[in-house]
Nanobody, 112 residues
Framework: QVRLVESGGGLVQAGESVRLSCVASGNIFSINDIGWYRQAPGKQRELVAIIARETPIYASFVKGRFTISRSPAKNTVYLQMNSLKSEDTAVYYC???????WGQGTQVTVSS
């Protein structure tokens, strides 16, 4: 079983940057695809970015602003978020494919 713990969120101004981290523990050798998701208040959870077969794939609304990367040991995945907008405000989660239990996520709040 894989367990995921997200961190790095906070309150930032529009245009600023934040780097999120997700540490995986447990059977990390079973992890292939891993990605970041977000859920804004009153909205459904949506995919932000994913590393699928070593290839990063981004949602159109973050392309060019966010970068997903993975540590060489493959137990940590990062999301570098630049040029943040108020609409990026959400709780950010990571998960693998196939998904395991969702963690608590990390809140990112962008003030304009």
């Amino acid at each position: 079983q894989v367990r995921l713990v997200e961190s790095g969120g906070g309150l930032v101004q529009a245009g600023e940057s934040v780097r999120l981290s997700c540490v995986a523990s447990g059977n990390i050798f079973s992890i292939n695809d891993i990605g970041w998701y977000r859920q804004a208040p009153g909205k459904q959870r949506e995919l932000v970015a994913i590393i699928a077969r070593e290839t990063p794939i981004y949602a159109s609304f973050v392309k060019g602003r966010f970068t997903i990367s993975r540590s060489p040991a493959k137990n940590t995945v990062y999301l570098q978020m630049n040029s943040l907008k108020s609409e990026d405000t959400a709780v950010y989660y990571c998960n693998i494919q196939p998904p395991v239990a969702w963690g608590q996520g990390t809140q990112v709040t962008v003030s304009s």
